[in-house]
């Protein structure tokens, strides 16, 4: 099973900016995928990654969050920049197709 495990969220101030990172073990060349999930919303796709240098976002992102990946050392990584209160949510990384064995994501609080 791949195992996934995300950090790097926290508190931060609108306007503010974080850097997120996901340790894994999928193969080398898996389509790798941000997540989140807002209070009490279903999940939903940020960003996937398709290779270094690649990346494919949601609207609402688009523009402030960047998606990176580090095929070398097994990570990946997602650079949150002016960062707003709906951003407020559980970010998780998975593969495409995903894992069934999500990791526990790491919480990230816009709030001032």
């Known amino acids: 099973q791949v195992q996934l495990v995300e950090s790097g969220g926290g508190l931060v101030q609108p306007g503010g900016s974080l850097t997120l990172s996901c340790a894994h073990t999928a193969k080398t060349f898996a389509t790798m995928a941000w997540y989140r999930q807002p209070p009490g919303k279903q999940r939903e796709m940020v960003a996937t990654?398709?290779?270094?240098?690649?990346?494919i976002y949601t609207d609402s992102v688009r523009g402030r969050f960047t998606a990176s990946r580090d095929n070398a050392n097994n990570m990946v990584y997602l650079q949150m920049n002016n960062l707003k209160p709906e951003d407020t949510a559980v970010y998780y990384c998975?593969?495409?197709?995903?894992?069934?064995?999500w990791g526990r994501g790491t919480q990230v609080t816009v709030s001032s």
């Open positions: 990654v398709i290779r270094p240098g690649t990346a």
């Open positions: 998975n593969t495409i197709p995903n894992s069934n064995n």
